[in-house]
């Protein structure tokens, strides 16, 4: 391999943008030796399939990896089937509304479900029709005595939450929850895996009322259907009363950084390097000194996103 390319596939895999899923596939994933929010979220969710979870941490902080973590974990556990959602792929996060995690678990669940019972096939299509949109027929306001079955009226389109702007229609949460109840109830029934739900992206919201909407609705929704679930939330949450956001679930959790200026995090950091360097760019037994790294460029991941910038401090002191 020439030099150039071996610069692009290390600059390649310490991209901060880069997707953690891949990085995860590929073995590029450092895990730290103290135990993570991950293993803590997953063997709660193994012995108690019911509780809720709230992942925090700064941007970069590893948080989705962690959600992935989780997944991976869980998928090895025969009874229980963890459904990732990144909500961010689904909708607006600057527009979403109460009820929109509701729809998301509806479609998901939906499936999964072994069924075709009226009530499971009702359901389905009530959250696709929620989702995408749909046809209803508008009766007409006009009443007349006639002997035949005729309704005068026509069919209305109507958007849903997940598409283009447009008359729309919001069915109340509580409808959704029932609707919720009966894909459920038949997953139960059928002696199905459980689903547990698995949201990304919530940490991008930065309006602190419309996540607080969410939690009191869409989440209460969720735990009363006895339903497993893990929210990425953003970190303001922990400078709002408890009783808002953090007491609203079973536990939280905290994604912290690594700290390059302590012993542990100068490791964790090196390894990172080993996992994603070449060592013809950076020698493996070459050690970054902890002076290159001062306390304003100390935020780095598991997955190693931090900014370009950042980064480029020490390789361009050892190139």
């Not at 596939?9 to 997707?19: C, Q």
């Not at 700064?58 to 990896?65: F, N, P, Y």
């Not at 959602?85 to 527009?95: G, Y």
């Not at 679930?249 to 950084?257: A, T």
Request: with cysteine.
């Amino acid at each position: 391999m020439e030099r150039r390319e071996r610069f692009r596939k290390t600059m390649a895999n310490l991209r901060s943008t880069g997707e953690p899923r891949k990085a995860l596939q590929n073995g590029l994933v450092v895990r730290p030796k103290n135990r993570t929010p991950a293993q803590e979220i997953a063997t709660r969710l193994e012995l108690d399939p019911q509780s809720s979870h709230l992942l925090l941490g700064g941007v970069g902080s590893g948080k989705t990896t962690e959600l992935l973590l989780v997944h991976e974990q869980l998928m090895n556990v025969a009874d229980l089937a963890p459904l990732l959602i990144d909500v961010s792929e689904w909708h607006d996060l600057t527009t979403l509304e109460s009820g929109s995690l509701l729809v998301m678990a509806g479609c998901a669940i939906a499936k999964r479900v072994p069924s075709n019972e009226a009530a499971v096939v009702t359901a389905a299509n009530s959250f696709g029709k929620w989702a995408y949109g749909g046809r209803r027929w508008a009766s007409a306001e006009v009443h007349y005595d006639s002997d035949d079955d005729y309704e005068p009226g026509e069919w209305v389109s109507f958007s849903g939450m997940f598409s283009p702007p447009g008359s729309s229609e919001q069915a109340p949460v509580a409808e959704m929850r029932e609707a919720l109840r009966a894909l459920v109830t038949a997953i139960r029934d059928n002696e199905q895996p459980l689903p547990i739900l698995l949201f990304d992206s919530l940490d991008r919201i930065f309006d602190e009322n419309r996540f607080l909407a969410l939690i009191q609705q869409d989440l209460e929704a969720l735990k009363s259907l006895a339903i497993g679930c893990v929210l990425i939330g953003p970190i303001t949450a922990l400078y709002e009363e408890r009783k808002l956001v953090l007491d609203r679930f079973d536990k939280w959790h905290l994604q912290r950084w690594a700290d390059p200026r302590s012993d542990d995090g100068l490791k964790f950091l090196t390894d990172v390097l080993a996992k994603r360097a070449d060592p013809d760019v950076i020698p493996l037994e070459i050690q970054p000194p902890s002076q290159f790294f001062p306390a304003a460029l100390c935020a780095i991941s598991s997955h190693w996103r931090t900014p370009a910038w950042k980064r480029h401090i020490w390789m361009e002191r050892m190139l």
